[in-house]
């Protein structure tokens, strides 16, 4: 802690490394004490916004000079995470990782057993979840107002041009991306959809690149059994034109909810005098404005990250979870991984994964 702030360093400075700074900045008990990048210009570049700050091209010389930093944002390329995370863990530092946590299982768990054993917290951003119709479907699905759930799918139409996948090396590689539009994209609509209607039983799945020229899948679907017994569909692309809202559809025995990018689209509940199905008024808290990633990812607002920024402060000094856990943030990714796998095989796949 630096003048009663949570001190905060971001590694990796390249798209998403920005925004940490700025919710860091933005966040009133955390402090930004340290950049750093393999390519020290861009942590150089992103200093001069930030008060100069000093800037590393190596993360284990950042963790041992810069004694102020608790918490390490990892920002680097998806599978790079671990590393980042596993090193300021055995440092004594907390991990505020980007999505998705990591792309395998056992880099997973090796970031939650260190950072466990370690006695230091794992978080990891997932900003849809702080969204405010995020927060009401998911109470919705929990007092059964829907009653028995019968489907919940999740459709992810984006695009990302050509120049997208060549604008930095680990793009829609297996290696360092860990999957295309699944594990990169559409990695924020499964975790909504799990948080909001619970965990997957069994997948059924395709995928593969169907437009772009790239090794890993530009767009999937998959046929879900949840643990509740209700069905479900993902639909996930990054090759249509235009790229389209990211739609949830919630269907039980009494009831719809549909909601998408900017916000509620139909609340219906069963009417037994009027023998049909009604529009219900439904009170959402405020969020801001919608921005969508759908065609552009660099279309995103800040206020995602700046909730998480606070809400992962607040876990170090209350000592409790973060928001997004990494053993949450860890489910998302094991249904993707299940999702590949049937593709791959043919094959019906169960979870959880082995
Ligand atoms: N939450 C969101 O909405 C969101 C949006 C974009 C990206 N992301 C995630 O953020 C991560 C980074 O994505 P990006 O688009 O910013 O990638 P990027 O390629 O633009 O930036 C990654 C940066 O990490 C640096 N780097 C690589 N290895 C490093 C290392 N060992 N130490 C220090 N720096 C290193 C690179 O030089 C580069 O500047 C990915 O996991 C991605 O999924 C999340």
Known sequence: MRNGK???????????GPWHAKAISLAPQAELIALCDIEIVKAQKLAAEHGNVPCYSDHRKMLKNELDIDCVCACVPSGLHWRIAVDAAKAGRHVLSEKPLDITLRTMDKMIETCCARKVKLGCIFQRRTMAMTKTARQIIQEGRLGKLVLADCYMKYYRSPGYYRSAGWRGTWELDGGGALMNQGV?????LLYVAGDVAVVTAHAAPLVRDIPVEDTAVAILRFKSGAFGVIEGTTSVTPGMSCRTELHGENGTLIFNDSGLVKYALADEKAGVAKDVELKIAEDEPPKSTASDPKALSVLGHLIQVMDMADAIVEDREPMVSGEEARKAVELILAIYKSAK????????LR
């Not at 949570?6 to 998403?16: D, E, P, S, W």
């Not at 924020?188 to 909504?192: E, V």
């Not at 095989?345 to 959880?352: F, S």
């Open 6 to 16: 949570v001190g905060f360093a971001v590694v990796g400075c390249g798209v998403i």
């Open 188 to 192: 924020h609509g499964i975790d909504q």
């Open 345 to 352: 095989t043919g094959k019906t796949v169960k979870l959880p």
